[in-house]
């Protein structure tokens, strides 16, 4: 079987099934609901000047509301991910599928292309949301919505990719973790609890600021530019701040050595 076949096969046992589309609605409505919250909040104080308060320039007001796609949205696809891959022990699925196709390693590669497409869909879903209400929230309290700022798409373009990469992390932290009670709560406790108590407390020392910015997270901010987090953060924290590309290259490394650990550990041993 080639590799496109395979990726169309994995690609079909996502769609075919009703949890990616009520995941995106869920999605939709938290990230919107968050996005206008923030417009409202954010497009109504004077955020310009002093140093005790958030350190954002009123230009880029927008940039923070929209970036919630990301900054808010991450664990859909993180959840969809890791949840395609677990589902295949869980009912068994992974016996015909190697039947089929027993290069294991082909299997693997094409969950997580077909993850990382419908990552980006998610990214899509999530910025049409955080997008259109944070938009429609900022015009009304008086702000520039600025759609027309080319910062706007170069951070949703950062977005699709993130959340594509955040897509095919869940596919590998599923093939390491197949159990998918365990998975949902490392997931959900993690990303949000542990790593919003690391990053609120890495920046007190440089040394934990220099190694908070490997956050999952924290990366992620970086790949996309912005976020609600690291622009409420201190000075010292965004001095040490990765570059996007940097980010994008720990979001995949995260991926790449959760997802070599789960073939060799997990994905190769008998599934019958």
Do not use: C
């Not at 677990?86 to 390693?105: D, G, K, V």
């Not at 590669?109 to 419908?118: D, I, P, Q, S, T």
């Not at 594509?164 to 949000?192: K, R, S």
């Amino acid at each position: 079987m080639s590799v496109v076949s395979a990726t169309r096969a994995e690609f079909a046992k996502v769609v075919t099934v009703r949890l990616w589309w009520i995941l995106a609605l869920v999605m939709f409505a938290y990230v919107g609901l968050l996005a206008g919250v923030l417009a409202g909040v954010f497009g109504g104080l004077d955020l310009g000047g002093g140093s005790a308060g958030p350190q954002l320039d009123l230009g880029q007001v927008h940039l923070v509301v929209y970036s919630t796609a990301s900054a808010i949205g991450y664990v859909f696809p993180v959840l969809l991910g890791a949840l395609s891959a677990t589902s295949e022990f869980r009912h068994q699925t992974l016996t015909p599928t190697f039947l089929a196709n027993p290069r294991r390693a082909q299997v693997l590669v094409a969950k997580a292309v077909a993850m990382a497409v419908v990552g980006a869909f998610y990214g899509l879903v999530a910025l049409v949301a955080s997008v259109g209400t944070g938009a429609v929230v900022l015009s009304a309290v008086g702000r520039d919505a600025r759609l027309d700022d080319p910062d706007t798409w170069v951070l949703a373009a950062r977005v699709l990719l993130a959340m594509a990469l955040w897509a095919v992390i869940g596919v590998a932290l599923g093939t390491l973790v197949p159990n998918q009670v365990a998975v949902l709560v490392i997931v959900l406790a993690f990303t949000q609890f542990v790593e919003p108590i690391l990053r609120s407390v890495s920046p007190i020392w440089e040394w934990t600021a220099q190694v908070g910015q490997f956050l999952p997270g924290a990366a992620s901010d970086a790949l996309v530019g912005w976020s609600v987090f690291t622009t409420l953060g201190s000075a010292s924290a965004d001095a040490v701040a990765l570059e996007w590309w940097q980010g994008g290259l720990v979001l995949f490394a995260i991926a790449l050595v959760a997802g070599v650990i789960g073939y060799f550990a997990v994905w190769k041993r008998d599934v019958t």
